[in-house]
């Protein structure tokens, strides 16, 4: 083996040896962070504790949930809307977000701040009677 043929696979070794390394730091990183994202889903705190601020916010139709959470987010009543938008696709109320002008409280998680603005939904099922007793 010559000198040049050492050097070679020594500099291919070396490169492989740092290609690894970034690809095993990089997948760590996103995995972590793709795990606090959903650990957050489930667990996201209040913005603040203990009594919090009221801020009455005004929901328009047509209702959709990531606009709801960009709104929110403005007001400063969660800290992701993104995050709200995964949270109200994995809840109860996905879908039963209504309309209307409604008093949360910084002190309140999303999942609280969700039961408050469906709580006139119409139940799953519940349909209009009216017509089928005619």
Do not use: C
């Not at 709200?84 to 409280?105: M, R, T, V």
Request: proline letters at 3%.
């Amino acid at each position: 083996m010559s000198i040049k043929e050492i050097i070679g696979s020594t500099a291919e070794l070396i490169i492989k040896i740092v290609v690894l390394i970034f690809a095993a730091s990089y997948i760590m990183r996103t995995a972590t962070a793709a795990y606090d994202y959903g650990y957050r889903i489930f667990t996201e705190e209040p913005v603040s504790l203990g009594e919090g601020r009221l801020i009455s916010v005004s929901v328009e139709e047509p209702v959709s949930a990531m606009e709801v959470g960009k709104m929110l987010e403005e007001r400063g009543l969660i800290r992701d809307a993104k995050l709200f938008l995964l949270q109200e696709l994995l809840s109860e109320n996905h879908g039963k977000l209504q309309p209307g002008i409604y008093d949360l409280s910084t002190a309140m998680t999303a999942e609280e701040m969700m039961d408050v603005m469906a709580a006139d939904a119409p139940e799953e099922g519940e349909e209009d009677t009216e017509g089928e007793s005619q």
